[in-house]
């Protein structure tokens, strides 16, 4: 049987989702016998090729990260989504509830640790938007938050995609935090 | 309450008419989601998780609003409903904050519970992000609107439960926010600290910084025990981690006895790194130095020989009866001195005897009545005591009284202290003059034909001497009107309790306990056998000290030679440290460094309340329980074992038994 191509990306987050995937220990080793990761920050291959799985982790804050959102919904016949950043904008949100100067000026300025305090501007610089959860740019198909969600909960909604259901964490297993 | 008769989800229930649909669906094990309902409280419908279907209502009702009827026909789990609930919660998620990952309260929490249980792992609608308020200013809570759901259980349990009424909701629409008094912070607002919004809170919009990241729920150990602080005895549920305090809940918020006060639930959480944890003797340059314990017992049996039948013991009644019956048989056996008493005996020898006056009562203390008679009131008359500051939960007791029956509240106290923000007629005597006051308010009472009893002792009328109502007024400096209302009100009053404290007792005159005691008598004020009188006490075994008669004979006269302070952990008074100049060989047991300790020539360690265990006795008489939350520190002993080691050294048998 062929295996099932999956494509990962993040977009506005801290990785934590995907060291969790990483977590997963030695069922990553039986995951790789059924699923081909074709792009992934792991494997540092960006560029999508039509795949059955997109997974996100982290929430939409910039034009890139829309992007990147809908590049890989073109892609993908399902998408899921890790994290609370994805699934609900998540802690990045924090900063929604100032203006973006306020932010960068924030960043920047006053707990600096660049040797000159200026905002860096340049025109490949996406600028900072209102963060959004992923299903607020593209569609969503399936959830797994957490913050991280922890690997149990992750090998959980892989096995399910891979048995042919869609997966709704149990509430056992679904955790926020 | 005539029995109904539902249907809820296909099955037949029974309930009582005046039950809402949600409390039959709990009396029968049904499970209804539920947000802002909290037992006890009234229900107000705020946050519709409790929606359920009823044949021929047009849209789903929340069923803790709902009055049940006979016949009525529900459905709690139907698909809809269950859609429309997870829609609520949603849409609740979408209001303000509430990302859990920086939440205190996380995994102690109602709301993330039931999005657990609801699966919701995505919101389908635009958050709105407010920015809002957090007010950290108070040292001991802090509000952060952010994470607030407007539920409405801080307020409600603010107003019904601690009758307090600081919180209540500010501006309008969905500007609206749970408010102190007109918007203070709540440092500053009339907050009493009880804490019971803490605990009453579903989210983390309201916490204190003395349960900040020390464990939740789930991680600690949960022992219910009683509060060490003062006579009421209100139940603990003391939550520890890992040998710590955790936090401090009440059991039984919502019942009279339930909430507790500052003390209770936060002040017992702090920890003093001022812990005695070593025994210390003065050495020849008069320095306390650390010791082993044999080397202090030796010092105690030096200093008893030269002491020698001028030796007392003073223990406080924070400690349990088993150590105090030990302590007892201690100074009278051990030591052979009948010098005893408990740090608070002056005031029991004050009030056993004005009752004694009264009715050389053989009933003792007996004579007063349970403190839920209290909210039955419809009268409170205060006299010499500050209730919301000696003991809160009176003070709440009292103010629900007030604010939800009706109660009138007198208050005899020249300060304007008490309650200045529910007492309906003040009664400010002049120093001195209170015993004419309450004589005369008794003779005012009879001649207005209010007087209940019918046959007045004839000593009793003797002893109110002559009054006019001129002089009444010159005496106590009072209005003649204010004077005649106040023996109107209680006169007239069915259910009229007294209370009163320390400030009346410090005018160290028994004949005003008598007064007062008369008071009630004359004007019926009793339930069963007991009068509607009670006496706040000050510790939490204050009444089991004078029970075992350790407050009998007292050492007021005379200064003794030597003194074995028994003082636990109990707060030191100004009046106790200069009591105890002039003593010559003072050994000290306590759990804490003080100027007391300071002054010791022995000071031994003691244990603190969560460590210790035994019975106490509440105000009103009844037994409780103090139970061991923590394992004591390592190398410390028990307060007993050094009273025993004490005897041994002195070729004596001392044991508990």
Same mark, same amino acid.
């Given at each position: 049987?062929?295996?099932?191509?999956?494509?990962?990306?993040?977009?506005?987050?801290?990785?934590?989702?995907?060291?969790?995937?990483? @977590?997963?220990?030695?069922?990553?080793?039986?995951?790789?016998?059924?699923?081909?990761?074709?792009?992934? $920050?792991?494997?540092?291959?960006?560029?999508?090729?039509?795949? @059955?799985?997109?997974?996100?982790?982290?929430?939409?804050?910039?034009?890139?990260?829309?992007?990147?959102?809908?590049?890989?919904?073109?892609?993908?016949?399902?998408?899921?989504?890790?994290?609370?950043?994805?699934?609900?904008?998540?802690?990045?949100?924090?900063?929604?509830?100032?203006?973006?100067?306020?932010?960068?000026?924030?960043?920047?300025?006053?707990?600096?640790?660049?040797? @000159?305090?200026?905002?860096?501007?340049?025109?490949?610089?996406?600028?900072?938007?209102?963060?959004?959860?992923?299903?607020?740019?593209?569609?969503? @198909?399936?959830?797994?938050?957490?913050?991280?969600?922890?690997?149990?909960?992750?090998?959980?909604?892989?096995?399910?995609?891979?048995?042919?259901?869609? $997966?709704?964490?149990?509430?056992?297993?679904?955790?926020?935090? | 309450?005539?029995?109904?008769?539902?249907?809820?989800?296909?099955?037949?229930?029974?309930?009582?008419?005046?039950?809402?649909?949600?409390?039959?669906?709990?009396?029968?094990?049904?499970?209804?989601?539920?947000? %802002?309902?909290?037992?006890?409280?009234?229900?107000?419908?705020?946050?519709?998780?409790?929606?359920?279907?009823?044949?021929?209502?047009?849209?789903?009702?929340?069923?803790?609003?709902? *009055? =049940?009827?006979?016949?009525?026909?529900?459905?709690?789990?139907?698909?809809?409903?269950?859609?429309?609930?997870?829609?609520?919660?949603?849409?609740?998620?979408?209001?303000?904050?509430?990302?859990?990952?920086? %939440?205190?309260?996380?995994?102690? %929490?109602?709301?993330?519970? !039931?999005?657990?249980?609801?699966?919701?792992?995505?919101?389908?609608?635009?958050?709105? /992000?407010?920015?809002?308020?957090?007010?950290?200013?108070?040292?001991?809570?802090?509000?952060?609107?952010?994470?607030?759901?407007?539920?409405?259980?801080?307020?409600?349990?603010?107003?019904?439960?601690?009758?307090?009424?600081?919180?209540?909701?500010?501006?309008?629409?969905?500007?609206?926010?749970?408010?102190?008094?007109?918007?203070?912070?709540?440092?500053?607002?009339?907050?009493?600290?009880?804490?019971?919004?803490?605990?009453?809170?579903?989210?983390?919009?309201?916490?204190?910084?003395?349960?900040?990241?020390?464990?939740?729920?789930?991680?600690?150990?949960?022992?219910?025990?009683?509060?060490?602080?003062?006579?009421?005895?209100?139940?603990?549920?003391?939550?520890?981690?890992?040998?710590?305090?955790?936090?401090?809940?009440?059991?039984?918020?919502?019942?009279?006895?339930?909430?507790?006060?500052?003390?209770?639930? /936060?002040?017992?959480?702090?920890?003093?790194?001022?812990?005695?944890?070593?025994? !210390?003797?003065?050495?020849?340059?008069?320095?306390?130095?650390?010791?082993?314990?044999?080397?202090?017992?030796?010092?105690?049996?030096?200093?008893?020989?030269?002491?020698?039948?001028? /030796?007392?013991?003073?223990?406080?009644?924070?400690?349990?009866?088993?150590?105090?019956?030990?302590?007892?048989?201690?100074?009278?056996?051990?030591?052979?001195?009948?010098?005893?008493?408990?740090?608070?005996?002056?005031?029991?020898?004050?009030?056993?005897?004005?009752?004694?006056?009264?009715?050389?009562?053989?009933?003792?203390?007996?004579?007063?009545?349970?403190?839920?008679?209290?909210?039955?009131?419809?009268?409170?008359?205060?006299?010499?005591?500050?209730?919301?500051?000696?003991?809160? +939960?009176?003070?709440?007791?009292?103010?629900?009284?007030?604010?939800?029956?009706?109660?009138?509240?007198?208050?005899?106290?020249?300060?304007?202290?008490? /309650?200045?923000?529910?007492?309906?007629?003040?009664?400010?005597?002049?120093?001195?003059?209170?015993?004419?006051?309450?004589?005369?308010?008794?003779?005012?009472?009879?001649?207005?034909?209010?007087?209940?009893?019918?046959?007045?002792?004839?000593?009793?009328?003797?002893?109110?001497?002559?009054?006019?109502?001129?002089?009444?007024?010159?005496?106590?400096?009072?209005?003649?009107?204010?004077?005649?209302?106040?023996?109107?009100?209680?006169?007239?009053?069915?259910?009229?309790? +007294?209370?009163?404290?320390?400030?009346?007792?410090?005018?160290?005159?028994?004949?005003?306990?008598?007064?007062?005691?008369?008071?009630?008598?004359?004007?019926?004020?009793?339930? #069963?056998?007991?009068?509607?009188?009670?006496?706040?006490?000050?510790?939490?075994?204050?009444?089991?000290?004078?029970?075992?008669?350790? =407050?009998?004979?007292?050492?007021?006269?005379?200064? *003794?030679?030597?003194?074995?302070?028994?003082?636990?952990?109990?707060?030191?008074?100004?009046?106790?440290?200069?009591?105890?100049?002039?003593?010559?060989?003072?050994?000290?047991?306590?759990?804490?460094?003080?100027?007391?300790?300071?002054?010791?020539?022995?000071?031994? *360690?003691?244990? +603190?309340?969560?460590?210790?265990?035994?019975?106490?006795?509440?105000?009103?008489?009844?037994?409780?329980?103090?139970?061991?939350?923590?394992?004591?520190?390592?190398?410390?002993?028990?307060?007993?074992?050094?009273?025993?080691?004490? =005897?041994? #050294?002195?070729?004596?048998?001392?044991?508990?038994?």
């Amino acid at each position: 049987m062929a295996k099932v191509k999956v494509a990962t990306t993040w977009l506005d987050c801290c990785s934590g989702c995907h060291m969790s995937f990483l @977590d997963l220990d030695e069922a990553l080793i039986s995951l790789a016998d059924v699923i081909e990761i074709t792009a992934s $920050p792991i494997t540092d291959i960006k560029e999508f090729s039509p795949v @059955d799985v997109g997974i996100i982790e982290g929430a939409v804050g910039n034009a890139h990260d829309e992007e990147v959102a809908k590049k890989l919904r073109a892609n993908c016949k399902i998408l899921m989504v890790w994290g609370d950043c994805a699934c609900f904008g998540g802690i990045c949100t924090m900063r929604n509830l100032f203006t973006r100067e306020e932010v960068l000026r924030r960043y920047y300025s006053t707990e600096s640790t660049t040797k @000159d305090s200026n905002i860096p501007s340049s025109e490949d610089l996406p600028p900072l938007r209102e963060v959004k959860p992923v299903n607020q740019v593209v569609k969503v @198909d399936c959830y797994v938050p957490g913050c991280p969600p922890s690997s149990k909960a992750i090998h959980y909604a892989l096995a399910e995609l891979l048995e042919g259901r869609i $997966p709704i964490l149990p509430s056992e297993i679904m955790r926020f935090d | 309450m005539s029995e109904i008769t539902l249907t809820i989800n296909d099955k037949q229930v029974k309930g009582k008419q005046g039950d809402t649909v949600l409390e039959i669906c709990q009396a029968n094990g049904i499970d209804v989601p539920t947000l %802002c309902h909290l037992e006890g409280l009234s229900d107000v419908g705020a946050c519709r998780m409790c929606v359920v279907e009823i044949e021929k209502e047009r849209r789903p009702v929340p069923a803790c609003t709902y *009055p =049940a009827r006979d016949g009525l026909v529900v459905k709690t789990d139907t698909e809809q409903v269950e859609k429309y609930r997870r829609q609520i919660l949603e849409l609740i998620f979408t209001e303000r904050n509430h990302f859990c990952m920086f %939440c205190e309260q996380s995994g102690d %929490c109602d709301l993330q519970k !039931l999005a657990y249980r609801y699966q919701m792992d995505n919101v389908r609608y635009p958050y709105t /992000f407010p920015s809002l308020p957090v007010d950290s200013l108070s040292d001991y809570l802090v509000i952060d609107h952010n994470r607030c759901v407007l539920c409405g259980r801080c307020i409600r349990v603010c107003s019904e439960i601690a009758a307090s009424h600081t919180l209540d909701f500010a501006r309008r629409g969905w500007r609206t926010l749970v408010g102190a008094d007109l918007e203070q912070p709540l440092g500053e607002s009339s907050c009493v600290l009880c804490g019971a919004c803490v605990q009453a809170c579903p989210t983390g919009a309201i916490f204190s910084k003395l349960n900040l990241y020390k464990g939740k729920t789930e991680e600690c150990q949960q022992i219910t025990t009683v509060c060490p602080a003062c006579g009421v005895g209100c139940e603990l549920n003391v939550m520890t981690k890992d040998n710590n305090l955790v936090r401090i809940e009440a059991p039984r918020l919502t019942e009279p006895r339930g909430p507790l006060c500052l003390i209770g639930r /936060f002040e017992l959480l702090r920890q003093s790194s001022t812990e005695v944890i070593s025994p !210390l003797v003065r050495d020849k340059q008069g320095k306390l130095e650390e010791c082993s314990l044999d080397k202090a017992v030796q010092a105690i049996t030096d200093g008893l020989g030269s002491a020698k039948g001028e /030796f007392a013991g003073i223990v406080s009644p924070r400690v349990p009866n088993e150590t105090l019956s030990l302590f007892y048989k201690f100074i009278r056996k051990t030591i052979g001195s009948d010098w005893i008493d408990s740090t608070d005996g002056g005031s029991y020898r004050i009030i056993s005897e004005g009752i004694r006056q009264f009715q050389n009562n053989v009933k003792g203390l007996n004579i007063e009545c349970p403190i839920e008679e209290i909210l039955e009131a419809d009268c409170i008359l205060i006299a010499g005591a500050n209730p919301e500051k000696t003991n809160p +939960i009176i003070g709440s007791l009292v103010r629900r009284a007030v604010s939800q029956r009706k109660a009138k509240l007198i208050v005899i106290d020249p300060s304007g202290d008490v /309650f200045p923000l529910w007492t309906n007629l003040w009664l400010k005597p002049r120093a001195g003059s209170e015993g004419v006051l309450l004589n005369g308010l008794s003779n005012i009472i009879i001649d207005k034909g209010l007087a209940k009893q019918e046959k007045i002792p004839a000593e009793f009328l003797s002893s109110l001497g002559q009054y006019k109502m001129g002089e009444l007024n010159r005496a106590t400096g009072i209005e003649v009107e204010r004077l005649e209302l106040a023996a109107e009100v209680y006169g007239q009053a069915k259910r009229g309790v +007294i209370i009163y404290g320390e400030d009346l007792l410090e005018r160290k005159d028994p004949s005003l306990v008598t007064s007062l005691l008369y008071l009630a008598e004359l004007t019926g004020n009793r339930v #069963k056998d007991r009068l509607r009188v009670i006496s706040l006490k000050r510790y939490a075994n204050s009444r089991g000290a004078w029970e075992l008669g350790l =407050a009998v004979k007292g050492i007021e006269r005379d200064k *003794p030679k030597g003194l074995y302070l028994l003082l636990a952990d109990e707060p030191v008074e100004e009046e106790l440290l200069n009591w105890l100049e002039g003593i010559d060989f003072l050994v000290v047991q306590a759990s804490y460094h003080s100027p007391v300790t300071s002054r010791a020539d022995v000071v031994l *360690p003691s244990l +603190i309340w969560a460590e210790r265990e035994g019975k106490y006795v509440t105000m009103d008489g009844r037994s409780v329980r103090l139970k061991q939350v923590l394992k004591p520190r390592d190398g410390m002993y028990q307060d007993e074992e050094i009273l025993i080691q004490i =005897a041994k #050294k002195l070729g004596r048998r001392l044991s508990l038994s």
